[in-house]
């Protein structure tokens, strides 16, 4: 079975302050991870991969196999990154094939 | 606009009565997805298709039966509804199951109100 789990729903930080969203998953196999972003009043987008290695919009996550960790991280809050967040897992094979498997979300809010 | 898109936005019915949600993405995508998000923010998946198939159907109520009349199009039809179905309900597609490259693109929503 696949599970994420978010441990914060809410999480409030100052501008320019870091921050970091917690995601831990369990998943026996070799797992994709995800964290998606839902800004007010807006569909859910992809916000980043760990398989792209890549920074968006000045957040990274890095895969942590060992923690069974994708924490999302920003050294610097901006008030624009306020939205909801999901981190996300993708199994691979039988049933869960291309199935998402979503935490159960952090609200995060940057105040000015 | 090149899209994942909802029809209703808001649907606002009665205990007992049957009702449709309609999503269609022109995106070209071969997979489509029917998500539920509760009021906790809970976001689950119920449905997936890939080409019309019903790939991932997991433990949803009989009252829900998804329909793909083509690969554009992923219809949610819910019978004799429930308080418990009031939810925001989100369509999704995307290109294959797995692939480094698929990702999901997902609807505005549907918030489903039961009274």
């Known amino acids: 079975a696949q599970r994420v789990t978010q441990p914060e729903k809410l999480l409030s930080v100052f501008k320019g302050a870091p921050v970091e969203l917690k995601c831990n998953y369990s998943y026996s196999g070799s797992p994709e991870l995800f964290w998606y972003v839902q800004y007010s009043r807006q569909r859910l987008q992809l916000l980043l991969r760990h398989i792209s290695r890549e920074s968006i919009k000045g957040f990274t996550a890095d895969l942590n196999k060992g923690e069974t960790s994708f924490h999302l991280k920003k050294p610097f809050a901006q008030e624009e990154d306020s939205a909801m967040y999901y981190c996300a897992l993708r199994g691979a094979g039988g049933t869960s094939y291309g199935k998402l498997t979503f935490g159960q979300g952090t609200i995060l809010t940057v105040h000015p | 606009d090149t899209a994942v898109s909802q029809t209703p936005k808001y649907l606002v019915t009665q205990m ?46 009989n009252r829900f039966s998804p329909k793909s009349p083509d690969k554009a199009h992923l219809n949610l039809h819910i019978n004799s509804l429930e308080l418990g179905d009031s939810a925001v309900y989100f369509c999704a597609s995307s290109q294959g199951r797995r692939s480094p490259s698929n990702e999901q693109f997902f609807g505005p929503g549907t918030r489903l109100t039961v009274l």
């Not at chain 2, 689950?44 to 949803?60: D, G």
């Open chain 2, 16 to 61: 007992g009565n049957d009702k449709s949600i309609k999503c269609e993405q022109n995106l070209g995508h071969d997979t489509m997805y029917w998500y539920k998000q509760d009021s906790k923010k809970f976001l689950k998946i119920m449905f997936s298709y890939n080409n019309k198939e019903l790939i991932i159907n997991e433990t949803v109520p």
